[in-house]
């Protein structure tokens, strides 16, 4: 389960950034975890407990935003939402597309 890893590695982020700030006690926490980023969020919901334990995130709220894949067909020029990389162009059926979003896995705001 490679969401305790990715739970462990936001905690030491959270850790740094309050160090740097001279703070002890966070309130809140946000996540921006696309799609595509390979990250399973009931897993890492699951694993948060584990990860947080006796840490500055142990009582703090976690609020988590999904970002929607999104690619742009490199054949037509179109934008549209995927749900997997092979996911086709639904206006020219071409399989050439850019990710523009969806891969994102990051820390967005911490509260304190």
Known sequence: MHELTVAIGIVEIAEKEAKKANISKLTKI??????LSGVEI?????????AVMDTILENVE????????KAKC????VSFEINNLFDH?????GYSKSILQ???????????
């Open 30 to 35: 946000e996540l921006e975890i696309g799609t």
């Open 89 to 93: 162009c639904p206006a020219c059926k």
């Open 62 to 69: 976690k609020k988590i935003q999904t970002v929607q894949a």
């Open 42 to 50: 009931e897993a890492l919901n699951f694993a948060w407990p584990m």
């Open 102 to 112: 969806g891969k994102e896995l990051r820390v967005k705001s911490i509260e304190f």
């Open 74 to 77: 490199m054949d037509c020029n």
